[in-house]
């Protein structure tokens, strides 16, 4: 109830500035809930902290009027990598030369028609460094078990599909491999980029007014 009234006010304030043509606003999740503290994620199977469908898939509401068609929806593959690449191409912004980006632009599936395919088809998932799971359009394959689902028939990932098609678990399976290649099993791979470092970082201050620790005080 409080997150539905703050976004109201978020929106209202938005039409009252007749900024509503003008302004993309983009609700969504980091990762799926804590079902341990009372979440509840539906059909999808697992939770937060996983690489089950619970734990990674979340709902992403978009809302731009005369651009994102109301009603629609789509079950295209995206990431929270892709918001960068698609913000910069609906605003005209300029990205850096010469610096390789994760994500993909969205434009298509943004503000086209209703379509359950994008420009991205393969999903990796990580638990911090460690390669979990590999989708390739409707198939997931569990790296560790060997498990394969269908998520288009099979959402809620109960019906291990692995021994009824070898080919696939070998194609996903060539995928981590490549992925393994690029990224590194310790995220020391030739397509890791260096660290990013923020000079003089601003401390963060809680509600109390106590500064927590890790931030480096500039006063």
């Not at 960068?84 to 990205?95: H, I, N, R, V």
């Not at 379509?115 to 997931?140: I, M």
């Amino acid at each position: 109830q409080e997150v539905d009234w703050s976004v109201g006010q978020v929106l209202d304030t938005i039409r009252e500035l007749n900024l509503q043509t003008k302004t993309l606003v983009i609700f969504t999740s980091d990762n799926g809930g804590s079902t341990s503290h009372g979440s509840n994620n539906g059909p999808l199977r697992g939770a937060k902290g996983s690489t089950w469908e619970g734990g990674i898939r979340v709902p992403t509401i978009a809302w731009w009027p005369e651009h994102v068609p109301a009603g629609t929806s789509t079950d295209a593959i995206t990431s929270m990598m892709d918001v960068l690449p698609t913000l910069a191409k609906l605003s005209g912004a300029s990205l850096p030369d010469g610096r390789k980006l994760d994500g993909v632009d969205m434009e298509s599936v943004l503000i086209g028609p209703a379509a359950d395919a994008g420009p991205r088809d393969t999903f990796c998932y990580y638990r911090g460094l460690n390669l979990q799971a590999v989708r390739v359009a409707d198939w997931k394959l569990h790296l560790a078990s060997g498990e394969l689902y269908n998520l288009k028939s099979d959402i809620g990932e109960q019906t291990n599909v692995a021994d009824k098609h070898p080919e696939v678990v070998q194609r996903l399976r060539s995928v981590a491999d490549a992925t393994r290649d690029d990224l590194g099993v310790e995220g020391l791979g030739p397509g890791c980029r260096p660290l990013g470092r923020v000079k003089r970082p601003l401390p963060l201050i809680d509600h109390q007014g106590v500064v927590r620790s890790g931030f480096e005080s500039t006063n």
